[in-house]
Each structure stands twice: as structure tokens, then as C-alpha cells.
């Protein structure tokens, strides 16, 4: 460590894991660097709402400034990662000085896997960053806007949607934009024919919610099939046109809308590295999270290949993120304590190995209706699944002020069916009618 | 009138004065086309607001579908305006087939007016429409996290600012933009010397707030002054460039950031019409608000340049717009009616003149803090008018949604400070430093 300074922590990602790591050395005789490319946290668990307008962009972004404004060992750096010397303990950015670190914590998250499907990249939407959102609401509205003076382009699939992926995501963009069709935009366009709308959910496993109870899947199958939704299992998509998906069962669907929720991969930064990497590009970690060879690098949340005691991989969610960070800011505190020589608690430089606690999951399905599951088999569905996943998310949710907008915001859409986020963001109307819209508004997450 | 359809009134802008005609002919054996390049209305009092932080961007912005949802003889088209025919009673539009009109009314509103000044276009900030509003706000935020990399950019002015025109927009804008620096961006940027900023207001007349009393002239002076923000009257702005603002007494101040208030113009609508323009481009209107040769044109609001009784042009904000709408609203009822051969109220083809009834004018002074005043020469100021401001603002925004969003946020701001709505939009990084981003979310109005 270069004298004249404390102990440096940079953690590369404000996401769960980024802000838990960085809340659990608040009392660490520590200075952290929390970099992002982005000045604000996203609530992934939410994206979809945004996307199918039941929520605001910024309902579900949280200012990391503001969120450390009282933690005084933070400093903040607004930038993008462009390298990791982890010999010289060093990393450079793409704006200001490169940054020294003493250990380093990798939280820089997942990103969407094409898995090598062609055209997803281009024609696809994505469902893991707040721009991506908006850009799936400003593509739907269009196309709406678009059909109304153009009704020629209902034949062509123009308001037609394929959902790729039967986890969490599919089912609940599935779900929500089913309720936006129904409920928003067919009194938004009275004349037009919004029920005779397909939204196809197509999953290449033979269930819907893999990583569910069969009674949880079929429920959710079912639930999706009564608010209307097309549910395939057991078909992927193999090529996608800027209007047309084409199935692996040899299908090809007139749709100009593609949500593509099949799956993630670590960041593209782990690649960077030049360490071992994991299923999924994920980063290799011993069972303190740490690197192999590099015991002051951590990896923590998607982008680590963290595994339960079973040896499995941990499912890239919220919950193995927010334990990793509290892990590792443990970990960094036993060693500093060691090297200073503290006795009791905590000073003793052995790592501990990281223990996660599954704590169930939880997936909407439409209104009023969510299923939950929780390690003890205890099962939770129907309304009072809904209620619980409503409370839940309103409890992690960011701060104050966003809980209570996202309140008003459900609680308006709840009882008038008139989602209020419905504003048609910029999009570019030189381009042709069937290609997509491209708005970046916000920075991408890395 | 085409046989086999009603009478069909097109109105151009969904604004103050486009929502008051459409909804005023609720009843009438009208069929209305609303025509907007936006799908959704901006409530332009507050979008300084959106600008500084102190609400979201969507907390000013309501769909217009959403709005007519339940007024069957609406239809809402999403496009903008290329070309109108007067003779042949036809419009063109970006997208869609042209369309006919039997009535047509103009409320496009108007845009910011840069007086020939070199650089405003290129490198001010103005504030007529929502993605201006959020340019200025990704550009603010912007320059904090530029200076926290390179702190030699202080010198140079990257967080100092210029606001040109002490009307109400500027005088509230730089309370606003104060409340920011101090309350939320110094915490948030605990090393950067935030207090050193400059925020200067400059006026070319001899006082703040021209169109009201001297008396809050003054108090909007002292107030402001009071709150950090250098006050300059008798000055104007001769040049702007990226980094450098040229006034009038031959000063050159280093500023990043220049907001233009200094005054607007009609929409660009106006000059494609063919027909005498006023003062700051507005159409020539008679007393009914018809245009002179063409009864069958109506204009009204910020476009019009409608006069009071004294002859005077009114001012371009919402209330002539309001009253203006319903006005015409009411000629056109009249006119079906009496064509109709109805007899009793409203059967009379003699058109009304437009008498516009002055309700009084208010501001905002920064927190706590408002100058308002009636007809009856009647004032109120400080605290009392601060609420009196908050509530009218309130009451006239779109739907209680955004109205309970506007209190939270507003709640949650003059509680703890902490403007949560300071989410940096995206700009273009491989930008110089010292140029301003460039953002475009939405769709201009016109």
C-alpha cells in the first residue's frame, strides 16, 4: 500500500452488489472509489415496467451520489472501464486519471446473451439497462402511432410481440405488456383492433420458470393464457428480421417487436481480465470470492461464478450480489484488522468462504397475481403472492422518494388502468417504418 | 363541409391553448383532430423544474390520448406539421395522409427567440419544451462530474452560469439552479469548491420582472441576491461561445453554461401560413381571433397576436392560450349552431370578440419564496406566495397522478434536499470537454 494514504477499495459497478459491498465498509478504515459508467443505481428487478409503462425511467434510478452523500470514506467516479492492470494494481478510464487500487471489487454485472442468434443484436430488445427500457416503450408506442395512420402494417405483424425466454423476465414483460395492450393503448386507439394483437411468449425448455416448482410453472402458464398471452414451450427463436421471427419449429411470425429475454453473460470487462472464466463469461472466484491468483480482486454478483454449497452455479439475481458485497466487506475488514494487528473480532486474516442463503423467488404474472417460493417449500401465489412481491420490491427499492412515487404511480394504475408513462420517447422517423427506433439516452452499464 | 362526415375542426398543438378548444368542444357536433409532433403535453411553467432537478421529466409531461380518452369526438394524430393549403382547407403532415379540415386551429405554440445573437442557437440553453429542459440538466450535471476529473476546468468557468433574461423563467431558474448547487450537488461533490460557482442573472431593462410591479422587482432582486446569485440589470448578451459569454458592457465572463430567457417567438408554423405576421412573428388575428381573410382559421395562444382591450399584445403565457381556446371553442358551437338554423343561446352566426381577463401573474424566487400578483392590485409575497404559487401550480397540473408525484417530489426536495431527480442523461462523450452535449429525447414541438 503507498504510504501516505489509507487502504483503497475500488469497486467497478454501483448495482446491488457495487452498493452493498460499499455500504458494509462504512466503518472500515478504508477509502472507496465506487465507479460507473452511470451516475445512478438501476433497480433491475423493475426494468419491465418501464418498458411496458407502468413505471418512470427514473422511478427505478437512484443517484449514487446521493445515496453515499453521508458515507464519507465514498468517493464517486462517473466512468467507464477501459482496462485492468492487475499487476500494477491499476485501472484506466475513459475519463480522468487511471486509478490505484489496493483491492479491487468486480460488480460490474451482466449484459444480454444473443447466444449467437442472428439478428437479436440488431432487431432485438434487451431488458437489463434503463436506456434498453425506454427503448422497448418508445418502439411499442411507435409502432402504435404508426399503425394508426398506416393500418396497412397490421397485416405485416406491426403490433405483434415475441417474448424470448420463460424466466422471470419473459413472464413478466409478458404479462405487463398484455396489460398495456389491454387496459392502456386499446382506449388510447379506439379504432383500432388491439385485441386481435398477438403477444407470444416462447420458451426453448419444455416449462415456463425453470428454476421454479412445476406447480409454480404451470400456474404461471396458465394465468398468462387467460390474460391472453400465446404460451410456447419447448420452441426458441433461431433468426430475427426487423419484422419477422423465425421459430425453431420452422415457423416464421409476422412480428416487428422481439424482446429478447433468454439469458445474460458477465460483462464483457471480465473478459479483460485475462483470468480463467467461468460458464457465461463469468470470472473464476475461490470460495471467498476472491481471484485465484490474486487474492485482492474480488468478484462479486453476475459477473462472479460464485457457487452455493452444492457446487451450483448462483442464479444471476439481486440476492447472491447484495451477500457477496456484505461478504467481501467483511473479508476486507478481518484483513485490515489482522494486518493492524487487532485482537478479537474480526482480526484474524483467514478468509472466511462465502455462504449464500437462498431467500426464494418471486415472479409477477399480470395483475394481481405473482407466484413465490422460499427454501422451507413454502409456496405463495395469487393475490397474496402479488401482495408480497408489491411489498418486497417497494422495500428494496432506493430511498424515500422513489418508494412513494412508485406507490402513487401503482396504485394509479391499479385503480384507473391509465399507466401515466406512456410519452413517446425520440426516436429517429427518417428511418424506415419497420426497423426499429434508435435512442440511447442513457449511458450503458458496465 | 364533405358530405357524409361532420364538420371536422383540426387543432394544431397540444398545449395550453389546443387542450382548452379540444376539450371545450366536448359537445359539439364536431369532430376534433388533435394534432401534436409529441404524444404528450408539456406543462411549461414548470419546466425549470425538470431542468434543476426538482422533478422528474415526466412529471410535466401527460399523454394526450390519455388525456381525450373518455371525449369520443377526439382523434389524436402524432405527427408534425409541413404544410398548410388555406385555400384548399388541407394540411401535410411527416407521417400519414394530409388532412382536410373544415375549422382549422392553430395553437403551435411558440419557440425560443435568440434576437440574431451570435452563438445562442449553437451553444445556449434555451427553455421552451421538455428535451431542452433535460439539456440543460444533463449539461449541469454533466460539468460537476467533468470538474470532479479535471479541476482545472474551474478556472475556466465549467460550473459558472449565465442566465440571460430576468422575466419570470430566468428569475426562476436561477433560484432553482442555486437551490441545486447549494443544497444538492455540494454534498454530492464534497471536494469540488461548489460555493466559488458563479450563477449570474443578466437583464438588458433597468429590472428584474418587467411585466410585474417594482415593487417585486425589487424583491425578486434582493431575494435572489440574498440567495448567492449576482443580479446584473442594463445588461445584455452580445455573443456566446462554448465557454465564454460576451456582454453588452464589453465583460467576457468564463461560463460552460448559458440558459437563454430572454424572450420567444411565434412558431415557425406561423411564417408557412402566407398571411400577415405581428410583432415576434405572431399571425394577425381579429377580434374573434379568426384570421382576416379566412373565418374558417382560428389562431390562439403564444402563435396569435391577440390583444387586450387597451390593444395590447398579450402575453405569450398559459392563460390567453386557456381563454383563447375556450373563446374559440364557443364561436365554433355558435357558428354549427346557427348554420344548423338552431334557435336560442349560441344560434347566432355573429361572432364574439375574445375579451381576456387578466387573473394576475406570479413567480417563484427560489425556496420559500414568490411574488404574486392580481388585477385588483392585490399582492402577495414571501411565504404566503410561495404556497399560493405551489398550489395554483398543482391544481392546474394534468391528472392527480402527476399532481401526487409533483407533491412527493416536491415534499421530498424542500425536506431533506436532496433532489432525487438528478439522473444524468446520456450525451456524447467523445465530445470535447467543452462543448455542450448533445441530447435529443424528444420530439421538438411545433
Redesign the interface.
Known sequence: MPSGRRHRVVVVGAGFGGLAITKGLRDAPVDVVLVDA???HTFQPLLYQVATAGL???NV???V??IF?RQ?NV?V???RVTDIDLDRQCLSL????PLDYDTLVLAAGAVSNDFGVPGVTEHGFPLKSL?QALDLRTHV?DRF??V???PELLGDGALDVVICGGGPTGVETAGGLMELYERVLE?????LPVRRARIVLVEAGPRLLPGFSEQSSTRAADTLSELGVEVRCGVGVTRVEPTRVHLSDGTVMAAHTLVWAAGVKASPLAEALGVPLDRGGRVVVTDDLSLPDHPEVFAIGDIAAARDVQGELLPQVAQPAIQGGRHVARQITRRLAAAAGAVGNGADATSEPFRYVDKGSMATIGRNDAVAEFPSGRRLSGFIGWIAWLALHLVYLM????R??VF??WS?NYLTY?H???????WD?SRASDQRPR?????LSE
Open positions: 452511470n451516475n445512478f418512470d425511467d427514473e434510478a437512484y443517484a451520489r446521493g452523500r464519507r468517493a467516479r462517473m466512468a475513459d475519463r480522468g486519471q436506456d408506442l402511432e404508426q394508426a395512420v398506416r382506449p388510447d386507439f379506439r379504432d430511498g424515500f422518494r422513489n412513494a412515487n402513487v404511480n394509479w391509465d401515466g408513462s406512456r410519452i413517446l420517447a425520440e422517423r435512442r440511447r439516452r442513457y449511458q
